[in-house]
């Protein structure tokens, strides 16, 4: 049954669902015209798609899941996966790093909370928010996707290995390695 929230306006997108969709995309791509350009190929997509459009989301959903299979093709595009050596030695490294059941930090190498910062101040994490976007943007986008992927979409491992074409081995030596190099961008960049 279609209710008013889940039927197509395409009118309206433009003005309800730009700035959403602009900002679901800057956060994963860190390049505004690249995000601004999705934006437009999502709802072209969307236009050509009404018909398959079933209702059973919302038109706002419905469109954020094009953008995102959207910003997985750009991803896709950007990547190039991993060397089978580079793999081995990094499977390594994180075995030092992290702990092997849930891939979070061992705490002798876990990040040190950061003196007399307040994690509820707004302004220190926007500042905070701010560096990491940068530290984000100097990864290689391989690293960027799948740690953005994993960390900000929240995506399961295996859908990531898929979109991407990595195999479970790259994946790990790549959030490995993704997470180390933020935490050394963070460190030096963080005062």
């Not at 490294?93 to 101040?121: C, L, R, S, T, V």
């Amino acid at each position: 049954m279609l209710t008013e929230t889940n039927v197509l306006n395409p009118h309206k997108w433009v003005a309800a669902y730009a700035d959403y969709l602009y900002m679901y995309a800057i956060v994963r791509i860190n390049d505004e015209d690249t995000a601004k350009d999705l934006v437009q190929e999502t709802f072209l997509a969307a236009l050509e798609k009404v018909d398959r459009f079933e209702g059973k989301s919302t038109e706002r959903t419905w469109l954020t899941a094009i953008l995102k299979n959207k910003i997985i093709d750009v991803y896709r595009k950007k990547s190039s996966g991993l060397a089978i050596a580079s793999a081995n030695k990094a499977a390594q490294e994180q075995d030092d790093f992290f702990e092997e059941d849930n891939g979070h930090w061992k705490a002798e190498y876990a990040p040190q909370p950061i003196a007399g910062m307040d994690d509820q101040d707004p302004l220190l994490k926007k500042e905070l928010n701010g560096i990491l976007q940068k530290c984000l943007q100097k990864l290689p986008a391989l690293w960027n996707a799948v740690f953005t992927m994993k960390h900000i979409d929240d995506a399961a491992t295996e859908n990531i290995c898929t979109e991407l074409h990595v195999t479970q081995a790259n994946f790990w030596v790549i959030i490995h390695r993704a997470k180390v190099n933020l935490r050394a961008c963070l460190q030096k960049n963080w005062n």
